[in-house]
Every structure is written in structure tokens, then in C-alpha cells.
């Protein structure tokens, strides 16, 4: 039974690793979505996604939320 479970946790861990991979191809693939109509927030949320993954793509949405900057008493 024990055996059982292992085999249970490699596959899985392979598909999610599958998955994972698939994830960040595909917000790499569409980065210029994002930057066209992307709220800040959520650029964030996918820049940390990318730098995690150590995407090549991680400093280009890095740069897409600091083109969305504000500074004090902008609206």
C-alpha cells in the first residue's frame, strides 16, 4: 500500500510540475496583454508569479508594473 502512494505522489508531482511550466509559458506568450490592460495589482501578482518561477520574462513584467507607477498626488 505504501508503494502504491509513492507512485501516487511522483505522478503527481511531474504534473504539476507540468503544469506549472505550461502556467508560466503562457504568461510569458502574453505579457502585452498585461501591459495593455493590466491593473497594477494584478501585474504584481504575475511579475512575483514569474520571478518565482525564475522566468526570463520576470524583469519585463517588473518593468511593465513600474511603467503603472503613480507618485503622490496623481490620480
Known amino acids: 500500500m505504501?508503494?502504491?502512494?509513492?507512485?501516487?505522489?511522483?505522478?503527481l508531482g511531474a504534473d504539476a510540475s507540468i503544469a506549472q511550466r505550461k502556467a508560466v509559458d503562457w504568461l510569458e506568450r502574453n505579457l502585452k496583454l498585461l501591459q495593455e490592460y493590466g491593473k497594477p495589482?494584478?501585474?504584481a501578482l504575475v511579475a512575483y508569479?514569474?520571478?518565482?518561477?525564475?522566468?526570463?520574462?520576470?524583469?519585463?513584467?517588473?518593468g511593465i508594473l513600474a511603467s503603472k507607477a503613480r507618485t503622490d498626488g496623481e490620480i
Open 2 to 11: 505504501t508503494k502504491c502512494l509513492c507512485s501516487i505522489d511522483q505522478g
Open 41 to 43: 495589482y494584478e501585474i
Open 49 to 62: 508569479a514569474l520571478m518565482l518561477s525564475k522566468a526570463s520574462q520576470a524583469e519585463a513584467a517588473f
